[in-house]
């Protein structure tokens, strides 16, 4: 079988129908499972309880653009803050990942002299959904 | 048809330090008629930091190059500063100034000319 590699060129990222490709520079969609491990006389033995995931995206700032992502994220925390947007990360094509995340408040600012960035680590709810095709 | 970074970028920096008291190039000219502003593309020249194909999106890279007469260090050492001083001043939004490298003294034709470089990033996306 031929080596297989995928970079992030091949990632899209969409949340809540807008495209975030031009302003990140990194996403991962991580998970971090609850395992309880028990000791028993006849050693360890190990229990899948829960699963928490996130959706961790690195940015570069976009205050005061138009159509900004950054506003987007500031007015849906500001205004529904319990409310889910709908999100959609391509891996590459063929591969493709739905969630649901709640809205994060973007950070302002940054240091000089760089980009002003912003990392945000946005709370999935429930499981995310795959299609492999 | 698309956009081009000479367009995008180069041009409307140029014009951005056309203010500035020096002759300013968008390009390396064949001859410096000093005192001089030229862009300059740095190494590396194009960085690709964000997701995604299907637009042309990079970080440019480029250096300022700033030229002065060189003909006497502390009279030529005072222009190259006061030349920095207002070309950093109307460098527009969205560039991110990083360094000034020392200045140095390079002979281009018969003339010595006393440089420094101003390194700056931006970034560029491709539209229709």
């Not at chain 1, 995931?53 to 319990?82: I, K, Q, R």
């Not at chain 2, 007469?69 to 950093?88: G, H, K, M, R, W």
Request: aromatic share 8%; charged share 10%; with cysteine.
């Amino acid at each position: 079988m031929a080596t297989t590699v995928i970079t992030g060129r091949d990632l899209t990222l969409t949340i809540a129908t807008t495209a975030y490709d031009a302003q990140t520079t990194s996403v991962t969609l991580v998970n971090s499972p609850t395992i309880d491990v028990y000791q028993t006389l006849d050693g360890k033995a190990y229990k899948h309880t829960d699963d928490q995931w996130t959706l961790n995206v690195e940015l570069l700032a976009d205050w005061g653009a138009v159509s900004s992502l950054f506003e987007a994220m500031w007015s849906a925390a500001d205004s529904a803050p319990n409310t889910t947007l709908a999100v959609s990360l391509t891996a590459v094509t063929g591969a493709v990942f739905t969630c649901n995340v709640l809205p994060v408040f973007p950070t302002i600012g940054g240091a000089a002299p760089g980009a002003q960035t912003d990392t945000w680590a946005l709370t999935v709810v429930g499981t995310p959904a795959d299609t492999f095709s | 048809m698309p956009s081009t970074i000479l367009s995008a970028v180069r041009t409307p920096l140029a014009t951005a330090l056309s203010g500035v008291a020096a002759n300013v190039f968008s390009y390396v000219p064949e001859q410096i008629p000093a005192p001089a502003v030229v862009v300059v593309p740095d190494s590396p020249y194009m960085e690709f930091e964000t997701i995604g194909k299907s637009t042309f999106r990079c970080k440019l890279n480029y250096t300022i190059t700033c030229c002065v007469a060189y003909n006497s260090n502390p009279a030529s050492l005072d222009n190259i500063e006061q030349l920095i001083t207002s070309v950093v001043a109307v460098i527009p939004a969205g560039y991110d100034v990083q360094v000034v490298d020392r200045p140095t003294v390079t002979q281009v034709g018969a003339s010595n000319l006393l440089v420094a470089d101003i390194r700056v990033s931006t970034w560029y996306t491709q539209t229709a």
